[in-house]
């Protein structure tokens, strides 16, 4: 049941006429306290250690076993590790029920219907509950030859071990340039060709096309699928159902993938863990990195964690010996890395006094220009969307607030009319508080208003735009400029010519544990996508040369920034060194949960702090030796509340992104 007082399950009798359709697995309804709700049956029992009567089951929903028992386990898992409860999970875990699919489904496994047309669930025979893919069908992929990871030293042992059955664990750091979809294709074949399955998340779905393309050149068609959200349910739910049965081994999607019901598990794989699209919105607020992790550790599963930066936590693997690094030797860095200069370094300020200050100082608009005249793309990243994101007044420099809930406001066009960012309220006669004055100047510029800078600078040359409103994939390799916002920026053919980063203070200056990581992971994301040095690409970020993650940025040394970020974090006692826990509600419910949890005697009390609205934010650290005991005593007193019905809700995250 989804209160934490009832987070455990329940004995029912099962009727003579439901005894052959209630497998472990399937979707159940109940009657629970005079109601009639969903659930799932967990197991079949001869008996009973309840000593009061049973009621019997109402129905079985449907007869196909979604519920596979090592994803149950893993759910139960998830679930105590971010004091959350089972019910929650598995409505992660499992999609919503789409009959017609399933009714297509079973007609064609048993010959009598038609073959589906929009997923491979069709493509095999009867449904396996424990048998790999490759007994269902022709044999599998050949493991990928010694060429494979050749740039990396320890990149043929991962594909042996992975070959031969075993699980290696490894933090992969990976090259500029790299196609990291077809690295990933390979470490899956090998899996594949030791006879068992792999499950791979990516942060979004332009990620994921990349990795299906890969996938299907790697196994050829028909040996996997993919599970995102974007799908639609009937789509989602067939790819689901394919992987349920055994008709592929493997997975490949975004979060909604981690949970994927994959027979044999081989190898667990994330790329970019870092990204925060990998963090799960809903309760209870699970991170993909750390999902796959857990069942890796239950299954004896490989794991893969890899990226052009690296996190703190993917660092802490390292450090504790969980996993290994896997990184290319500094020459081979040195070679595919493109030339990367900042201009707030001295010899900069020395020819350029004004690069302090400039947004595009003269080094940056010589590089872009010298790559056009190369007929080779340039890409410019933003931090900020829209037109003019922030705007003050141009005659003291107050900043523009909205007269009725002082948000920011913004102009969404050179002849637009300021509007709030918040209410969207327009702001049409707005004066200045401070010296009545009426006009408007940018306090930050966004991704429009760049290109249309650059637009009048180069009018010779097509000026592309990819955000928000639209991502790009791919554009061509002829001369062009492409403005981005992080995330989005497209792949060039051939590479680009010149990559440069702007506004590094908007990334910066965030109130935010992770803004020096993020920040990082930003800028390499953009700078893997230039041409090596030999080729003419190069980087050019508008900061001082003197920060941290400005000079691993110019080392492309992830490794370095996420052993010093993962030491500071330790002297300061912030996650991953420890676990944290926020909880978040109205100060009185949240001083009443606190009162209710059996804290371990380690735990400290941090804050509050102001949360949004009239809520509030208190902070639970302790040693990651007591990471259970501090998510199972929340957990206890949320069942406390819960079974006193209390009016005011409290939301309980474990290691949070944002903590305050």
């Given at each position: 049941m989804p209160l934490a007082h009832l987070d455990r399950p329940f004995d029912y009798l099962v009727p003579a006429e439901l005894d052959a359709d209630a497998l472990p697995g399937v979707r159940v309804k109940v009657r629970f306290a005079g109601q009639?709700?969903?659930?799932?049956?967990?197991?079949?029992?001869?008996?009973?250690?309840?000593?009061?009567?049973?009621?019997y089951l109402e129905k079985v929903v449907s007869p196909e076993p979604v519920l596979a028992p090592e994803v149950a386990r893993l759910a139960r898992a998830v679930a105590d590790r971010y004091a959350g409860g089972l019910a929650d999970v598995l409505?992660?875990?499992?999609?919503?029920?789409?009959?017609?699919?399933?009714?297509?489904?079973?007609?064609?496994?048993?010959g009598t219907g038609p073959a589906a047309d929009n997923g491979p669930a069709a493509d095999n025979g009867p449904a396996a509950d424990n048998g790999p893919a490759a007994d269902n069908g022709p044999a599998g992929p050949a493991a990928p030859g010694p060429a494979a990871w050749r740039d990396y030293p320890a990149g043929p042992a991962l594909l042996r071990a992975l070959a031969g059955g075993r699980a290696p664990r490894a933090v992969w750091s990976a090259l500029p340039g790299e196609d990291w979809p077809a690295r990933y294709a390979e470490a899956v074949a090998a899996t594949v060709a030791g006879g068992r399955g792999a499950v791979v998340v990516v942060a979004d779905n332009r990620d994921l096309d990349r990795l299906d393309a890969a996938l299907h050149a790697a196994l050829g068609p028909g040996r996997h699928v993919c599970l995102s959200a974007a799908l639609g349910p009937a789509r989602r739910y067939r790819a689901f159902l394919a992987a349920r049965r055994g008709d592929v081994a493997v997975v490949a999607g975004t979060r909604a993938a981690m949970f994927a019901p994959v027979a044999r598990l081989g190898l667990?794989?994330?790329?970019?863990?870092?990204?925060?699209?990998h963090a799960e919105p809903r309760a209870p607020y699970p991170h993909a990195r750390e999902v796959l992790l857990t069942r890796a550790q239950l299954?004896?599963?490989?794991?893969l964690v890899g990226g052009y930066t690296r996190t703190a936590e993917a660092q802490l693997l390292v450090e504790t010996g969980w996993a290994r690094e896997m990184v290319a030797d500094r020459a081979t860095v040195r070679a595919r890395m493109p030339a990367i200069a900042p201009t707030g370094d001295d010899p900069?300020?020395?020819?350029?006094?004004?690069?302090?200050?400039?947004?595009?100082?003269?080094?940056?608009?010589?590089?872009?220009?010298?790559?056009?005249r190369a007929d080779l793309p340039v890409l410019v990243q933003v931090p900020r969307r829209g037109y003019l994101p922030s705007v003050a007044c141009a005659e003291c420099r107050t900043p523009a607030r909205c007269p009725h809930c002082a948000g920011p406001l913004a102009l969404p066009s050179a002849e637009g009319t300021p509007a709030c960012r918040w209410c969207g309220r327009i702001a049409a006669a707005y004066a200045c508080p401070e010296c009545g004055g009426r006009r408007?100047?940018?306090?930050?510029?966004?991704?429009?208003?760049?290109?249309?800078?650059?637009?009048?600078?180069?009018?010779?040359?097509?000026?592309?735009?990819?955000?928000?409103?639209?991502?790009?994939?791919?554009?061509?390799?002829?001369?062009?400029?492409?403005i981005a916002t992080p995330g989005a920026e497209p792949v060039a053919e051939g590479g680009f010519g010149?990559?440069?980063?702007?506004?590094?203070?908007?990334?910066?200056?965030?109130?935010d544990l992770r803004a020096g990581e993020e920040t990082l992971r930003?800028?390499?994301?953009?700078?893997?996508?230039?041409?090596?040095a030999a080729a003419g690409g190069r980087v050019v970020v508008v900061a001082d040369g003197a920060l941290a993650p400005v000079q691993a940025l110019l080392r492309w040394d992830a490794g370095w920034f996420a052993a010093r970020e993962l030491a500071e974090r330790r002297e300061l006692g912030f996650p991953p060194a420890v676990r944290m826990a926020s909880v978040t509600g109205p100060p009185a419910a949240v001083a009443d949960l606190l009162a209710e949890a059996r804290l371990p005697a380690e735990a400290e009390l941090l804050g509050p702090v102001p949360a949004d609205g009239e809520r509030e934010r208190m902070l639970v650290r302790v040693p990651r030796a007591r990471a259970a005991a501090l998510a199972g005593a929340l957990h206890s007193a949320a069942g406390v509340r819960t079974a006193r019905k209390a009016a005011d809700p409290v939301r309980l995250q474990v290691d949070p992104l944002a903590l305050f």
């Amino acid at each position: 049941m989804p209160l934490a007082h009832l987070d455990r399950p329940f004995d029912y009798l099962v009727p003579a006429e439901l005894d052959a359709d209630a497998l472990p697995g399937v979707r159940v309804k109940v009657r629970f306290a005079g109601q009639l709700v969903d659930g799932w049956l967990l197991e079949r029992a001869d008996d009973s250690g309840h000593t009061g009567r049973l009621a019997y089951l109402e129905k079985v929903v449907s007869p196909e076993p979604v519920l596979a028992p090592e994803v149950a386990r893993l759910a139960r898992a998830v679930a105590d590790r971010y004091a959350g409860g089972l019910a929650d999970v598995l409505r992660l875990a499992v999609p919503p029920r789409h009959a017609r699919v399933e009714k297509d489904v079973r007609a064609a496994a048993a010959g009598t219907g038609p073959a589906a047309d929009n997923g491979p669930a069709a493509d095999n025979g009867p449904a396996a509950d424990n048998g790999p893919a490759a007994d269902n069908g022709p044999a599998g992929p050949a493991a990928p030859g010694p060429a494979a990871w050749r740039d990396y030293p320890a990149g043929p042992a991962l594909l042996r071990a992975l070959a031969g059955g075993r699980a290696p664990r490894a933090v992969w750091s990976a090259l500029p340039g790299e196609d990291w979809p077809a690295r990933y294709a390979e470490a899956v074949a090998a899996t594949v060709a030791g006879g068992r399955g792999a499950v791979v998340v990516v942060a979004d779905n332009r990620d994921l096309d990349r990795l299906d393309a890969a996938l299907h050149a790697a196994l050829g068609p028909g040996r996997h699928v993919c599970l995102s959200a974007a799908l639609g349910p009937a789509r989602r739910y067939r790819a689901f159902l394919a992987a349920r049965r055994g008709d592929v081994a493997v997975v490949a999607g975004t979060r909604a993938a981690m949970f994927a019901p994959v027979a044999r598990l081989g190898l667990v794989a994330i790329w970019d863990d870092g990204d925060d699209l990998h963090a799960e919105p809903r309760a209870p607020y699970p991170h993909a990195r750390e999902v796959l992790l857990t069942r890796a550790q239950l299954g004896d599963a490989a794991a893969l964690v890899g990226g052009y930066t690296r996190t703190a936590e993917a660092q802490l693997l390292v450090e504790t010996g969980w996993a290994r690094e896997m990184v290319a030797d500094r020459a081979t860095v040195r070679a595919r890395m493109p030339a990367i200069a900042p201009t707030g370094d001295d010899p900069q300020l020395a020819r350029d006094p004004g690069a302090a200050t400039a947004r595009l100082p003269s080094l940056a608009w010589s590089t872009a220009r010298e790559a056009l005249r190369a007929d080779l793309p340039v890409l410019v990243q933003v931090p900020r969307r829209g037109y003019l994101p922030s705007v003050a007044c141009a005659e003291c420099r107050t900043p523009a607030r909205c007269p009725h809930c002082a948000g920011p406001l913004a102009l969404p066009s050179a002849e637009g009319t300021p509007a709030c960012r918040w209410c969207g309220r327009i702001a049409a006669a707005y004066a200045c508080p401070e010296c009545g004055g009426r006009r408007l100047r940018a306090s930050v510029t966004g991704a429009r208003r760049t290109a249309e800078e650059l637009g009048r600078a180069f009018p010779d040359v097509p000026v592309r735009t990819s955000g928000r409103e639209e991502v790009l994939a791919g554009v061509p390799g002829g001369a062009g400029l492409v403005i981005a916002t992080p995330g989005a920026e497209p792949v060039a053919e051939g590479g680009f010519g010149a990559v440069l980063l702007l506004d590094s203070w908007a990334l910066l200056t965030r109130a935010d544990l992770r803004a020096g990581e993020e920040t990082l992971r930003r800028w390499l994301a953009a700078a893997a996508l230039a041409r090596p040095a030999a080729a003419g690409g190069r980087v050019v970020v508008v900061a001082d040369g003197a920060l941290a993650p400005v000079q691993a940025l110019l080392r492309w040394d992830a490794g370095w920034f996420a052993a010093r970020e993962l030491a500071e974090r330790r002297e300061l006692g912030f996650p991953p060194a420890v676990r944290m826990a926020s909880v978040t509600g109205p100060p009185a419910a949240v001083a009443d949960l606190l009162a209710e949890a059996r804290l371990p005697a380690e735990a400290e009390l941090l804050g509050p702090v102001p949360a949004d609205g009239e809520r509030e934010r208190m902070l639970v650290r302790v040693p990651r030796a007591r990471a259970a005991a501090l998510a199972g005593a929340l957990h206890s007193a949320a069942g406390v509340r819960t079974a006193r019905k209390a009016a005011d809700p409290v939301r309980l995250q474990v290691d949070p992104l944002a903590l305050f």
